[in-house]
């Protein structure tokens, strides 16, 4: 057998009737979790925030073992290690060579990214919720059995800017994962690049004014600081959020559709 490489270019025959979208989504969402690298990276997770949780109720003082503050604790898990998932949802097809089958079973490309994208956002979406979950189960172990205060004093927008700060993690990883379609390059370019962003207008007192608007974690600070997103934090969340997560995620997608898929 030839070991050269073979380009195949496919286009939809229109005789035949596409692949429903609910299968799709299932299919993606069956490749988030049963694949090794998925598996582990949802069970780390997981194991991660459980062990931040206990860290905190045994550490923290009685006064701070409130449910904002596990909340808080819950999140820093998962923003770090969320939108690994959202680039392994795109870039495994490309690292395992899988993208010749899926895209032979559903040529339509657009199709296959939009499932790709609603799956990552569900999973966002349910670790959110299970962190909420365990979030409150702490506290009331906390007020159980450390003396915790117990304070549930948090209030719709605030869970709100909780799914809107680790569903925007998740997509920009996603849209990383599709610009490059290489999982190492789309890791360290997440991590990497908007620190280093961050970092330069942290340094040059003249460019503060203007880093909310072109960096997408000083826009999203105030969640970090425990306060709500208002009008004008939402129009930086808007254009910074254009910049990192809306423009890779349209040049991704251009991309996509021009790629050649190979089989060796």
């Given at each position: 057998m030839s070991t050269a490489t073979r380009h195949i270019e496919m286009t939809p025959d229109p005789r035949v009737a596409s692949v429903p979208f609910g299968r799709l989504l299932r299919a993606e969402l069956r490749k988030l979790v049963d694949t090794r690298a998925g598996f582990w990276l949802l069970t780390a997770i997981g194991l991660i925030t459980?062990?931040?949780?206990?860290?905190?109720?045994?550490v923290a003082d009685p006064d701070q073992l409130t449910f904002m503050n596990l909340v808080g604790a819950t999140a820093?898990?998962?923003?770090?290690?969320?939108?690994?998932?959202?680039?392994l949802a795109v870039t495994a097809e490309w690292s395992q060579r899988t993208g010749l089958v899926t895209f032979t079973l559903e040529p339509?490309?657009?199709r296959i990214a939009v499932a790709k994208l609603v799956a990552v956002v569900l999973i966002g979406l349910l670790a959110v919720v299970v962190a909420?979950?365990?979030?409150?189960?702490?506290?009331?172990?906390?007020?159980a059995f450390l003396d915790g205060a117990g304070s549930w004093?948090?209030?719709a927008a605030?869970?709100?800017?909780?799914?809107?700060?680790?569903?925007?993690?998740?997509?920009?990883?996603f849209a990383f994962g599709m610009l490059l379609m290489n999982t190492a390059a789309a890791i360290v370019l997440y991590?990497?690049?908007?620190?280093?962003?961050?970092?330069?207008?942290?340094?040059?007192?003249?460019?503060e004014k203007v880093a909310p608007w072109l960096d997408v974690n000083t826009a999203m600070a105030p969640a970090f600081d425990q306060r709500t997103f208002q009008a004008g934090d939402w129009a930086h969340i808007?254009?910074?959020?254009?910049?990192?997560?809306?423009?890779?995620?349209?040049?991704?997608?251009?991309?996509?559709?021009?790629?050649?898929?190979?089989?060796?």
């Open positions: 459980v062990a931040v949780i206990v860290v905190f109720l045994f820093t898990p998962q923003s770090i290690l969320l939108p690994v998932l959202g680039i339509s490309r657009i909420l979950g365990v979030a409150a189960v702490s506290n009331l172990a906390g007020m004093n948090v209030g605030n869970v709100r800017d909780f799914f809107a700060v680790q569903l925007i993690g998740i997509v920009q990883g991590y990497v690049v908007p620190i280093a962003w961050t970092v330069l207008f942290s340094m040059v007192g003249s460019l808007a254009v910074s959020g254009t910049i990192w997560v809306i423009l890779p995620l349209a040049l991704g997608l251009l991309r996509l559709l021009h790629r050649e898929v190979k089989s060796a």
